[in-house]
């Protein structure tokens, strides 16, 4: 079962839904237009690296193959909260 979301988890869990849920799984293991992200951060990417934040935020910020960047969309504060986020997957 999930435990509750702190405040950053929520914000980050929100910004993920209104950017990211429409390519990537985040419960389910199953590929969409982009890899599923159960798991993200108990095995390599997706790109073969190991699954820092720095990497992770990269991938955010510059984007990868078909995924665009969201360096212009969201500030700092939004991928951190994005991040803590995506620990919780």
């Not at 095995?43 to 935020?57: C, I, M, Y």
């Not at 990269?58 to 909260?81: A, E, H, K, Y």
């Amino acid at each position: 079962m999930q435990h509750p979301f702190t405040a950053q988890e929520e914000r980050g869990r929100q910004i993920y839904q209104a950017n990211c849920a429409v390519c990537h799984n985040a419960y389910k293991n199953e590929a969409l237009q982009g890899p599923a992200l159960i798991h993200l951060y108990k095995k390599d990417l997706p790109s073969g690296k190991p699954p820092t934040d720095q990497h992770v935020r990269d991938s955010i910020m510059l984007g990868r193959n078909m995924m665009p960047p969201f360096n212009l969309l969201l500030n700092d504060q939004q991928v951190n909260d994005l991040i803590a986020y995506l620990h919780t997957l």
